[in-house]
């Protein structure tokens, strides 16, 4: 089942749920809108290998925006650190993001129980368009589980920022 509003907030209280820093206004009738943090990682290549670690560079979103282009990976963040041991967190793009024609972790968008970081986003345009650090961007809503928890202890972990993909290791048979 996923949490309403005044029980993300409970939760939030109770220490259940980890959103940092939290702000009231943020909170809607079932979700929270978590907010773009200032950096980006564009890969260096076009062409992607899963097998190899694809390098990336970072590049700080200014105040005036950045024009995403379509046909581009881009990796942000969440200003926020947020997750749970408690629940599950699934994270999602704002409807007027979607509208925008900005696609947000359209197949990565679910949180491990335990796994309380910044969460590194997925951002693709389908045509330009200019985003800006501190935006509200997207959603994240909270699930209960059926079942013992085993707690996320996974390559992602205790990360800040954007992070690129580490499918690499799994070729390499390492986990982090």
Do not use: C
């Not at 950045?66 to 942000?76: D, N, P, R, V």
């Not at 408690?86 to 999602?92: A, K, L, N, T």
């Not at 330009?128 to 013992?148: A, D, E, H, N, R």
């Amino acid at each position: 089942m996923i949490l309403t509003g005044s029980e993300i907030l409970k939760n939030v209280e109770n220490k259940k749920i980890i959103i940092d820093a939290f702000n009231v206004s943020q909170l809607n009738p079932n979700s929270y809108n978590f907010t773009l943090g200032n950096k980006l990682m564009i890969y260096n290549n076009y062409v992607l290998d899963a097998k190899k670690d694809n390098k990336a560079r970072e590049i700080i979103i200014p105040e005036e925006g950045i024009t995403l282009a379509s046909g581009t990976i881009y990796l942000g963040h969440t200003v926020e650190v947020i997750g749970s041991d408690y629940f599950v967190p699934i994270i999602r793009g704002r409807s007027s993001i979607g509208r925008l024609g900005l696609f947000i972790n359209i197949t990565a968008d679910l949180i491990d129980i335990g796994s309380i970081n910044q969460l590194t986003l997925q951002l693709n345009a389908v045509q330009p368009v200019t985003i800006y650090p501190g935006m509200q961007i997207g959603q994240v809503t909270f699930w209960t589980t059926l079942g013992k928890i085993t707690k996320y202890d996974g390559r992602y972990k205790g990360f800040q920022g954007p992070i690129t993909s580490r499918m690499y290791l799994d070729f390499n048979n390492e986990t982090k």
